[in-house]
């Protein structure tokens, strides 16, 4: 996947972070003081929603029955299939992934600010990012932060939340994938946004 590098000097800055660790709002804030940020996530989900660009390969490969009554892909199905035959995880990743890539250069090429921000949870997790990125910049808490925040916003029970912390790297990993550090950490967002507004000036904003 390439981002594209535009003609004029952009920092094309990662953002990542564990699962509650604050990435969205750290990103919501530095947009809010001038940066342009590409969700990878909201992107990939984009593709399969309804209408989305990968939903005619996907009827194809797999079966009309895999799209929802909405036009959407039918998740829970994919999932059982995957999960039951693990090599068609590749056979959608190879329509899917492709197509992410795209629009992301796309969104990346009509970016207008000085920075562009990448936010993407399972940065470290893909090795492919790191070489079209200048700068990674990661949100850290406490794992029992991460764990109270998710409780909080999405009502999930621990051993979920545990399990969704199994899937993604360590913090010890990410923090070592790190240019930046932003220790989200304690209740309250003043502090958040006093680092954000740090890191703008920092970087020109
Ligand atoms: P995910 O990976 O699950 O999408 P995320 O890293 O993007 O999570 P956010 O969605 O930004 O995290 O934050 C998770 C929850 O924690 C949200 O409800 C957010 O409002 C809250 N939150 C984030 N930072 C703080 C903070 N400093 N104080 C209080 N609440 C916070």
Redesign the pocket.
């Given at each position: 996947m390439s981002t594209a590098t535009p003609a004029r000097q952009v920092l094309r800055l990662g953002l990542t972070?564990?699962?509650?660790?604050?990435?969205?709002?750290?990103?919501?804030m530095l947009q809010s003081l001038g940066a342009d940020v590409i969700d990878a996530?909201a992107v990939s989900r984009a593709t399969t929603a309804s209408g989305g660009a990968a939903i005619a390969a996907i009827a194809q490969a797999f079966g009309q029955e895999f799209i929802d009554a909405d036009g959407a892909l039918d998740r829970a199905r994919m999932r059982a299939l995957v999960f039951s035959q693990p090599e068609q995880r590749k056979v959608l990743e190879n329509i899917v992934h492709p197509l992410v890539g795209q629009e992301i250069r796309k969104l990346a090429l009509q970016a207008t600010s000085r920075v562009l921000i990448f936010?993407v949870?399972l940065l470290v997790e893909s090795p492919h990012w790191r070489g079209q990125l200048d700068r990674v910049l990661v949100?850290d808490?406490l794992p029992a932060t991460q764990i109270r925040?998710?409780t909080?916003?999405?009502g999930w029970d621990l051993t979920t939340i545990e399990a969704?912390m199994r899937n993604q790297c360590s913090r010890e990993q990410r923090l070592a994938a790190a240019d930046f550090v932003v220790f989200?950490?304690?209740?309250?967002?003043d502090?958040?946004q006093h680092l954000a507004q740090a890191l703008a000036k920092r970087f020109g904003l």
């Open positions: 972070g564990g699962i509650g660790s604050g990435k969205s709002t750290l990103a919501n996530d936010d949870p949100v808490c925040r998710v909080q916003r999405s969704a989200n950490e304690g209740e309250g967002l502090n958040l």
